[in-house]
């Protein structure tokens, strides 16, 4: 049985380091829906496994949802990445997309960057992906690059869903990133 992957158009990291136990995660939902409160009027928050990552549906363009976040003082909100795409967290679903998705988008000798997160640990290990996708992209004439690329490649694996994105580096910049 092939299970259907969730929808989710953003995840949302949280730290919570000056919170007191037990209010962290409404907190941190709660200055999510306050930022986005005049952002987007569609608006939906799934909590996942773990207190400190949601994942949010929205109604319009996640990478401009996104960049207003990072572009607004925040307390609690740590992290956000649009999300172009969700598939089953596979490797080969994961390798797959990414290859789909770059050659829509990219360029022979275009330079890119992967960012990957795993939510929880499963039996895949974002190293070994970070790898994989790496060489594919290689081999489509693509360029890996940590100074100044063109495109990032975000891998983000939430339990039995992953998160994917192929961003320009000029449309999208991360407030706090993480290799």
């Not at 989710?8 to 990291?13: I, P, Y």
């Not at 690329?149 to 992953?162: H, L, M, R």
């Amino acid at each position: 049985m092939i299970k259907s992957t969730e929808n989710f158009d953003m995840v949302v990291m949280f730290d919570y380091t000056d919170c007191e136990d037990g209010e962290e995660e409404l907190l941190g939902i709660e200055e999510l829906e306050q930022t986005l409160e005049n952002v987007t009027p569609e608006l939906y928050i799934k909590e996942t496994e773990s207190i400190d990552v949601v994942l949010v549906e929205l109604g319009t363009d996640s990478v401009e949802v996104a960049n207003k976040i990072n572009n607004t003082p925040t307390k609690i909100i740590s992290r956000v990445v649009p999300i172009n795409t969700v598939v089953g967290t596979s490797q080969k679903s994961i390798i797959n997309k990414i290859k789909e998705l770059s050659v829509d988008l990219t360029k022979p000798n275009d330079t890119f960057l992967i960012k990957c997160y795993e939510e929880n640990k499963n039996n895949i290990n974002c190293q070994k992906i970070r790898k994989h996708v790496m060489n594919e992209l290689i081999n489509m004439d693509l360029t890996f690059s940590e100074k100044n690329p063109k495109w990032a490649v975000y891998i983000e694996i939430i339990g039995e869903n992953t998160g994917l994105s192929i961003l320009e580096s000029s449309d999208f910049k991360e407030n706090n990133p993480i290799n």
